[in-house]
């Protein structure tokens, strides 16, 4: 068998070479005869082929890029959003704020993962989309400026600015507490947090602009933490320190203004006076009981820390909130830091409290049974030079550009004018500047603060009520005249029912 196979196979192998020469023979003459051809058909379909895996690549590679923007923006799988630690505002980050940045930095790193080198063809991809995130930041910062600017702007322009009657200290912007869960947000403004409005780590969202109601949440002084309860920023304040000696009628004088702003308020028809805070509230209660004429209010404990009497008056569509700073100069006699002293640089209308039967030259000219009578009623304070000095000087160092010189209103006020009545120093008929220049012996007090102040003026005020448990019209008048820059409908609210009578005269 082996011998038969071994014939077949030697007959064979000559006719395949001769075919396998034949057939290149032919395919030679057919490469050179067609070589441009072949060459021509060789070429392209390496081309082709090239062109069409370049393109199925890029398609592969933009596919794959845009699943993962998809997965990071639409599909839940973004990159989480840091913890706030300690330091920071407790709510989210609006998308500007972080987040689109933090996306597409993730897409670029899950596509790269996934393309390795490739993934440099995708060059044009991600420039293309930094430059929509860049257009996106810009627009959304550019709206978050000119949002606080529009909130700041107004503010300025309504001359709003925002004290607290706690620590006197000015704010630039207060702080908010959640109304869900309590956390507190220091610096609500439109930025990185939000535009329009925060949302607060436990999902409840808060207005960004005072404008927009952040000023009805609950607000903090920033830099006391003491509970505000006049919503700052929404209406002017209108500050008013007094001054003067202990015992010279302060807080008897804070008692009666608060009183007679009252009844003017309601007064009127569309006026109100609303008490903001305890100390308000504590004069709304006694305003009545400590004008009285037989009360006698009794001196602030020295060292007691003396909040601002805050209430909101309201004439018309106007409000306006006033702070009344009680002992303000004895407070600072003592230890005040340029930073507490900072809110007078924020008032510009001051109140010097006089009392005259403690200024010798008047008790002198008091007959004997009228010094017996009144004895009890004489305040220490003996110079209101000295407690004048006090206020310039207070003034002067709270003020942040002194140098500006004489500016501001100064109401000189001398007390216990229902004592004074019917004594030897009665001024009668006398117009109460002259009176106070020469029997008071004011004159060169009244010189030296009309060159420090600019606008001086001298009222002689009953801090009680009458038999009907009316304010005294000189306390009407007083308000009047501390009032009239805030806008005439706050001076004439403050006129009261009757027509303000003496007092008020030059
Ligand atoms: N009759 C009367 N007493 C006044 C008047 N102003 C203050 N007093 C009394 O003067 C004393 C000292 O007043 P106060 O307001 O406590 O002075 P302060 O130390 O400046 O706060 C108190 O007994 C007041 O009742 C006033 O206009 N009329
Ligand atoms: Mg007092
Ligand atoms: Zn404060
Ligand atoms: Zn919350």
Redesign the pocket.
Known sequence: MSGVRGHDGGAARPEAALLGVLLLVSVGAVVVLLRWWILAAVVSLLVGTGVLAAVAGLVVLTWLYLREVHRVMLGGDHPAEPVPDGREEPAHRGYHGGPAWWDLCAAVRRTWRASALWGVLLLPHVTAHALVVGAYLAAAWSLAGALRLVDTGLRTVRRIRMVCPECYRRLPYPAYLCGRCGRRHDRVRPGARGLLRRRCRCDRTLPTLILLGAADLETLCPHCDRPLEHRPGEAREFLLPLF?G????????AAGLHLALEQAARHGSDSYLEPLGEEAARLSREGARVSA?D???R??PPGRKVRAATARLGAGRRALVLQVF??AGERFNRSATTEELAYLGEASTFVL?VDPLGIPAVWRCLTAAERDRLAG?R?HTRDPELAYGTVRDEVERGRRSPERGPSGRLAVVV?????VRGTSVDPGAAPVREWAEHRLGLGNLLARAEADFGTVRVFL????AGPDGRADPSLHGLAAWLLLPEGRAFAELACGPAPAAAGGAR
């Not at 202990?246 to 004088?253: D, H, V, W």
């Not at 007390?415 to 004592?419: K, S």
């Not at 005020?461 to 009680?464: E, G, K, N, P, R």
């Open positions: 003067g202990t015992g010279a009628g302060k807080t008897r004088l004429p009360h006698r209010t001196p602030t009680d002992a409290v009623e305040s007390t216990r004018g229902d004592l005020t009953s801090a009680v």
